[in-house]
């Protein structure tokens, strides 16, 4: 049971989109529309940003929003803001477990 | 508005028995369509899934902590817990309980977390 893949960090200036890969296999992310985003500021908890690839929940800004493509989901945040800067984690379900993706620091310049 | 919250010792001596406890309120563990989970955090590092269980029993472990991982439910007090055995330094991080959608597969809901230090 692999963790799913993320690059470690990204960046972008205010305004500017950024996205986060999150890579599985043919038995997570592949197999399932059950890809989450979770955005984690500093001390913290996780917070939900993205359920079921592509849904935001009540009061997550549409800045946010989440595709999949084969073996790989991805989070796009358009219109950058300073508030943007945390850790942000994808998790997929299995078929008797949750996977998380390692975490990628997302850096507001 | 669904809260969780975990309690718990906050230091562990190595070889002994991590115990940690989940209340929730303002939702009824009961209710189904939710598994309860645990997830830990390193220190400095990623999100790390223990395993979760449903009402009724039902448990899912980590396969990598699965031999020393128990998770348990105690509905009458809306309640669930996790003992993680013979911990080590390497079982130091935050402890999080969570609430997870078994149709959607997502954790909307997350306690504030606990720092569980193991050392003597």
């Known amino acids: 049971q692999s963790a799913l893949t993320q690059p470690p960090s990204v960046s972008g200036s205010p305004g500017q989109s950024v996205t986060i890969s999150c890579t599985g296999t043919?038995?997570?992310?592949?197999?399932?529309?059950?890809v989450s985003w979770y955005q984690q500021p500093p001390g913290t908890a996780p917070k939900l940003m993205i359920y079921e690839v592509s849904n935001r929940p009540s009061g997550v800004p549409d800045r946010f929003s989440g595709s999949k493509s084969g073996n790989t989901a991805s989070l796009t945040i358009s219109g950058l803001q300073a508030e943007d800067e945390a850790d942000y984690y994808c998790?997929?379900?299995?078929?008797?477990?949750?996977?998380f993706g390692g975490g990628t620091k997302l850096t507001v310049l | 508005q669904v809260q969780l919250q975990e309690s718990g010792p906050g230091l562990v001596k190595p070889s002994q028995t991590l115990s940690l406890t989940c209340t929730v309120s303002?939702?009824?563990?009961?209710?189904?369509?939710?598994?309860w989970s645990w997830i830990r955090q390193h220190p400095g590092k990623g999100l790390e899934w223990i395993g979760y269980?449903?009402?009724?029993?039902?448990?899912y472990y980590n396969p990598s902590l699965k031999s020393r991982v128990t998770i348990s439910v105690d509905t009458s007090k809306n309640q669930f817990s996790l003992k993680l055995s013979s911990v080590t330094a390497a079982d130091t991080a935050v402890y999080y309980c969570?609430?997870?959608?078994?149709?959607?597969?997502?954790?909307?809901?997350w306690g504030q977390g606990t720092l569980v230090t193991v050392s003597s």
């Open positions: 269980i449903y009402y009724s029993g039902s448990t």
């Open positions: 998790s997929s379900y299995t078929s008797s477990s949750t996977l």
């Open positions: 043919s038995s997570d992310v592949g197999s399932y529309n059950r």
């Open positions: 969570a609430r997870e959608n078994t149709a959607a597969g997502h954790l909307d809901y």
């Open positions: 303002g939702g009824s563990i009961s209710s189904g369509g939710y598994y």
